[in-house]
């Protein structure tokens, strides 16, 4: 892409950073340059974040109805998967996937709540009295 061809559109980072681009300068060699944003970038952007706040609400329906724990939701507002929170709190993914289930994690220690709470960057209180 020629440097005038770059686009400058107004991105979702737009206030805060650019982002660097090797464009092809006058004389045809490559450097780089700097764009506040493109236009189809930023839809693909926000697409994306819809399909991740919309898997955190339903992940809080799920709690609301009962169907998973607390931690369940948590991991997906975090953007968490098994292995990252395996990761931060040393619980097997097995053992996860075994407190996603609100009879199993009523009757988990504040021990392991803590675990979670500080993966989540939240208190065990809110960790415990979180219901949809």
């Not at 948590?74 to 953007?79: A, P, S, T, V």
């Not at 040393?90 to 996937?97: E, R």
């Amino acid at each position: 892409m020629k440097k005038e061809d770059l686009p400058q559109d107004p991105g979702a980072l737009d206030k805060f950073t650019r982002e660097v681009c090797y464009v092809k300068n006058q004389d045809g060699k490559y450097e780089t340059a700097l764009s506040r944003g493109w236009e189809v970038k930023k839809q693909a952007l926000d697409s994306a974040w819809d399909d991740v706040n919309e898997r955190i609400e339903d992940a809080r329906q799920a709690v609301a109805r009962g169907e998973k724990s607390p931690v369940h939701y948590f991991m997906e507002l975090r953007l968490m998967d098994l292995p990252v929170l395996s990761g931060y709190t040393g619980f097997f993914p097995f053992f996860i996937k075994r407190h996603l289930k609100p009879s199993v994690f009523k009757d988990l220690s504040d021990r392991k709540l803590e675990k979670y709470a500080r993966a989540f960057d939240i208190s065990v209180s809110e960790l415990k009295n979180f219901k949809g």
